[in-house]
């Protein structure tokens, strides 16, 4: 089952905050998170696993809980830069990602 | 950066077509994956690999079909393409399902009139 992203569009003027949201209805092994810009393929941004492990960019956080199977992406002091379509995916035990419907994050100067 | 690479990146067909979508990748991943993702939606998974001469249907049902003949290649064939068909088809690789990090190919933007 597809994971729920919220919100689903969001729009900041560099310099502010967001957070994305990443909720699923299964118990989740992992979360990964991914931007992706107009035309082009999406980028890893971070891996979150069961049990606190994460790998990731030096500028991302995120954070996961495992009890409520919900994830967050943190943007902090956003750059024109951000722009683009957030997807997080979440993984049950052996299996494939499941991506979300995307969050479109826009920075305005 | 990811060695990941899609040909063609553009293709405009008509109706009955056989096309193959090409992808290969120099990172030695046992992990392969075909997404078809219309454009500003959601990634689905039409199929994935584990490795040579393994391939598995994934949570979206595709007519297309793929091959694993060599651990960097991993081509999708549509027998028969229809409008039907017309998306942007993303590969990607991996070394695991589900603990490392997908890397994406540019796409292939596929049009069938």
């Known amino acids: 089952q597809q994971p729920v992203q919220s919100p689903q569009a969001v729009i900041l003027r560099e310099g502010e905050d967001a957070v994305i949201n990443c909720s699923s209805s299964?118990?989740?092994?992992?979360v990964h998170w991914y931007r992706q810009k107009h035309g082009e393929a999406p980028v890893f941004l971070m891996i979150l696993l069961k049990g606190g492990e994460q790998k990731g960019h030096d500028k991302i956080s995120a954070s996961f809980n495992e009890k409520k199977q919900q994830s967050s992406l943190y943007l902090t002091a956003s750059q024109l830069s951000y722009s683009g379509t957030y997807f997080c995916?979440?993984?049950?035990?052996?299996?494939?990602?499941?991506f979300g419907g995307g969050t479109r994050l826009m920075v305005k100067p | 950066e990811a060695d990941i690479y899609q040909t063609p990146r553009y293709l405009v067909i008509g109706t009955g077509k056989k096309i193959t979508l090409e992808c290969s990748q120099t990172?030695?991943?046992?992990?392969m994956y075909w997404y078809q993702q219309d454009p500003g939606m959601e990634l689905h998974l039409i199929h994935y690999?584990?490795?040579?001469?393994?391939?598995e249907k994934g949570d979206l049902s595709s007519e297309s079909t793929v091959s694993r003949i060599r651990t960097e290649h991993f081509p999708l064939t549509l027998e028969s393409a229809r409008p039907s068909h017309t998306s942007q088809y993303l590969c990607?690789?991996?070394?695991?399902?589900?603990?490392?990090?997908?890397?994406f190919g540019p796409g292939t933007r596929l049009t069938v009139l």
């Open positions: 299964k118990a989740l092994y992992s």
């Open positions: 990172m030695g991943h046992d992990k």
């Open positions: 690999s584990y490795g040579v001469n393994s391939t």
């Open positions: 995916g979440t993984a049950s035990a052996g299996n494939m990602l499941t």
């Open positions: 990607a690789s991996s070394t695991t399902g589900w603990r490392d990090e997908q890397f």
